[in-house]
């Protein structure tokens, strides 16, 4: 029994490190895209989204499929680096569901002083893709 019970034991604790570190590598991802974007680098910023057609980036002007689509509607609504001001992200919830899955909630905001500041939430679905965590699905508002 105390075997068993070691064994257990092992299985939780490698799960839940394995957590941590996902998690910590998801809010670095995160950290990176603040920064690309602050740069004015959207292909670099678009470099954590899964580069297929099976991307969708969901507002409330409808869905975007495609990497190439996303990458074209970020270019078309944040022509400059005035129009897209400075991000900032709030993490609110990161949730690795499965070893090769996770959700991530939070916030968003652009200072913009010429053309007025915006924000609001995020969703993202990201999946463990050789070892690298991408973003399939955003939702963002």
């Not at 949730?95 to 652009?110: E, F, H, S």
Request: aromatic residues 12%; proline residues 2%; glycine residues 8%.
């Amino acid at each position: 029994m105390t075997g068993k019970i070691c064994i257990l034991l092992f299985i939780a604790f490698s799960s839940l490190a394995q957590t941590n570190t996902d998690e910590a590598a998801i809010r670095t991802i995160l950290a990176t895209q603040n920064k690309l974007w602050n740069q004015g680098d959207i292909p670099g910023f678009m470099a954590y989204y899964h580069h297929s057609n099976d991307l969708k980036f969901i507002s409330k002007n409808g869905i975007t499929q495609g990497w190439e689509a996303t990458l074209a509607r970020y270019q078309k609504s944040y022509p400059n680096q005035e129009a897209m001001g400075q991000l900032t992200f709030d993490i609110l919830e990161v949730d690795v569901t499965a070893a090769k899955t996770a959700w991530v909630i939070g916030q968003w905001n652009l200072v913009r002083p010429k053309l007025g500041d915006i924000g609001g939430h995020f969703t993202l679905l990201l999946k463990k893709v050789k070892g690298k965590w991408l973003i399939f699905r955003d939702h963002t508002s």
